[in-house]
């Protein structure tokens, strides 16, 4: 049902934790599931210097915080921007159907910290001009 990818960053997630001072933070949830995914990210010379996460969640939202985490380390901002739970499923080899919402969260998550970023900066980011973190999409999970 998982791929080993998807069960090696559920048991071994890389990049848990917070980051004090951290210079965008971004929090999204799925109350129906209760999946809540918290991204925080150190940006120096429009790098992602460093990120990390906490999740409160099932395996498949678990494993999808630490691969957007992987995915997006080291990428410029403009990099960042772009990740997309597609993106996220391919590199964990895979998600059930019903587990795709993870990875729609994990997406959302980074962007919500990126939206944060640049409120505290001022610092424009192509992609995000239209987005408010209130009306984000609405994720369907099944329990």
Same mark, same amino acid.
Do not use: W
């Given at each position: 049902?998982?791929?080993?990818?998807?069960? &090696?960053?559920?048991?071994?997630?890389? %990049?848990?934790?917070?980051?004090?001072?951290?210079?965008?933070?971004?929090?999204? =949830?799925?109350?129906?599931?209760?999946?809540?995914?918290?991204?925080?990210?150190?940006?120096?010379?429009?790098?992602?210097?460093?990120?990390?996460?906490?999740?409160? =969640?099932? +395996?498949? @939202?678990?494993?999808?915080?630490?691969? @957007?985490?992987?995915?997006?380390?080291?990428?410029?901002? $403009?990099?960042?921007?772009? /990740?997309?739970?597609?993106?996220?499923? &391919? @590199?964990?080899?895979?998600?059930?159907?019903?587990?795709?919402?993870?990875?729609?969260?994990?997406?959302?998550?980074?962007?919500? @910290? /990126?939206?944060?970023?640049?409120?505290?900066? +001022?610092?424009?980011?192509?992609?995000?001009? %239209?987005?408010?973190?209130?009306? &984000? &999409? $609405?994720?369907?999970?099944?329990?």
């Amino acid at each position: 049902m998982y791929s080993k990818t998807v069960m &090696e960053h559920f048991k071994h997630p890389r %990049n848990v934790g917070t980051i004090e001072n951290a210079d965008g933070i971004g929090q999204v =949830g799925n109350p129906v599931c209760g999946d809540i995914m918290k991204i925080y990210l150190k940006i120096k010379d429009d790098k992602i210097e460093d990120v990390k996460f906490e999740t409160f =969640g099932c +395996g498949s @939202a678990i494993a999808s915080s630490s691969m @957007a985490t992987e995915l997006i380390k080291g990428k410029s901002i $403009d990099e960042a921007v772009e /990740l997309s739970n597609k993106a996220v499923v &391919e @590199a964990l080899g895979g998600l059930p159907p019903i587990k795709i919402h993870c990875s729609v969260l994990a997406e959302q998550a980074v962007k919500s @910290a /990126l939206y944060d970023y640049s409120q505290k900066t +001022g610092r424009k980011i192509k992609g995000l001009e %239209n987005y408010k973190p209130d009306e &984000e &999409e $609405d994720i369907h999970c099944q329990q």
